[in-house]
């Protein structure tokens, strides 16, 4: 998280120096952190080292039409514009172990006495057994964790901290400004519901100085998920197969015996133990039931 300078980017021949929104640094940061406080150099620098080709055709797998997204490093912040049903449904990979959901608007069509008519399928429903067999994950089971942890921690500790007005455990998300404050951005899930709130105007006016993700958009959403949450359960998640946790120093990610903070990572990704540490403090391995697969090894390599 340090200061970036990209020349002669933009029109006219001017330099673009990207901020993060409080104007401060911090130099070397986790990515959990680094999401859980929204700072911005630190997803330019994983853009410049993922390669934008590459996150393009990984943002893809997520239903986005990224024929349509610019080819710049101002991709990583958001410049690629998304409606909020995009976005939800992107969410719901997340939420859903991995698998893209394709939305739906009618559920159900019957005839006076009763008779179905039409009924839709959707492809997968979270927490319910479903004909995966015939789909292909966007992401791995082990990924999609990793990034419903990250994003609770949003929630937690982060800019959406309003959010712990629910009192529940399970929920995630992350805020969104536009420059100029004129989005307002929540995306947000818990582990059987994917939901988007936006706010803005159709002309493109600015919503006023103060108006972030934070302050304007996520307090629509915590007003609709109080009531949407109340029948659904609070679930406790556990790690799947191929995601181990262990201990490490903050400042420099690695494993540590004792202290620090514990993460979680893929298994083939995790810090090494140290050699001093004992049964227990070294990589644990999780429990689990499906079995990580082989997908978009290119990409979830880096994690």
């Known amino acids: 998280d340090a200061p970036v300078v990209y020349e002669d980017v933009l029109p006219g021949g001017v330099d673009w120096r990207p901020e993060n929104f409080g104007l401060n640094f911090y130099g070397p940061t986790r990515l959990r952190r680094a999401l859980v406080k929204s700072m911005n150099l630190v997803s330019i620098r994983v853009m410049q080292y993922v390669g934008i080709d590459r996150a393009l055709r990984h943002a893809s797998k997520f239903g986005f039409d990224t024929a349509r ?45 009763g008779t179905v008519v039409f009924e839709a399928a959707p492809q997968c429903t979270p927490f319910v057994e479903c004909a995966q067999s015939a789909q292909t994950p966007a992401i791995s089971e082990g990924l ?23 009192n529940r455990s399970d929920i995630g998300g992350k805020t969104g400004t536009t ?20 706010m803005g105007y159709d002309d493109n006016r600015p919503l006023g100085k103060k108006e972030t993700g934070g302050g304007a958009a996520l307090p629509v959403w915590i007003d609709f998920m109080r009531t949407a949450l109340e029948q659904l359960p609070e679930i406790e998640e556990q790690p799947p197969r191929g995601v181990v946790s262990a201990r490490i120093d903050p400042e420099s990610g690695e494993a540590i015996a004792r202290g620090g903070v514990r993460e979680y990572f893929l298994a083939k990704n ?32 880096l994690f």
Request: aromatic content about 10%; glycine content about 10%; charged content about 15%.
């Open 179 to 198: 420059n100029d404050q004129i989005d307002a951005w929540f995306a947000g899930f818990h582990p059987q519901l994917s939901v988007v709130t936006w």
């Open 144 to 166: 999609a964790f990793l990034m419903r942890s990250a994003l609770r921690s949003v929630v937690q500790s982060g800019t959406a901290t309003k959010a712990k007005a629910l």
């Open 69 to 113: 997204y610019p080819r710049d490093m101002s991709l990583s912040l958001g410049s690629g514009s998304v409606t909020p049903m995009q976005l939800a449904s992107a969410y719901g990979v997340f939420a859903n172990g991995g698998y893209l959901m394709q939305p739906y608007f009618i559920e159900r069509i019957e005839e006076a006495d």
């Open 270 to 301: 995790a810090p090494s133990a140290p050699a001093q540490s004992v049964a227990g403090n070294s990589a644990e391995r999780a429990g689990g039931s499906q079995s990580t697969a082989a997908v978009n090894e290119d990409v979830e390599g």
